[in-house]
């Protein structure tokens, strides 16, 4: 059965919800795309826009482009406190739970960008209690609320 279905989201236009219970560890979905060599990647315009949202480093070789309609799992939005994390074993990429998910949740996994000079144009709005504003790496996380308390 099908664990997931696409609903209005709270974080950002539309996400994926949970269809029902799911323990953590579960596979959700499998997050699809087209696998390109890292050059290609390196090489194509399509990639040049600062943050590759949809785009999973696989191995040395191997990206994962999952910029297609047919990749449900790219509904998925970013949290700072999410419940499920994006993991590649060879050239397949699946969503996968970190905690138990209820029925109705919605499913969020860390998008892991960089902390770079533009990180203010990637808002974050997940509304969850550690929430540092901007879509950023947990690693990263403490430089951003350094600035906020400089600013204090
Ligand atoms: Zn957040």
Known sequence: MKSYEIKRSKIDNLGLCASRNIKKGEKIIEYKGKVITRREAEENPKYDNGKAIYLFNLNKRYDLDGDFKFNTA???????????????????????????????????????????????????????????????????????????????
């Open 74 to 152: 790219r509904l998925i939005n970013h949290s700072c406190d999410p419940n499920c994390e994006v993991t590649g074993t060879g050239l397949k990429v699946w969503v996968h739970a970190i905690k138990n998910i209820k029925k109705g949740e919605e499913f969020s996994y860390d998008y892991g960008f960089s902390f770079d000079e533009d990180f203010k144009n990637y808002p974050c709005r997940c509304g969850s209690k550690n929430c540092c504003g901007y879509i950023v790496r947990e690693g990263s996380r403490w430089r951003i609320r350094r600035k906020r308390k400089k600013k204090d």
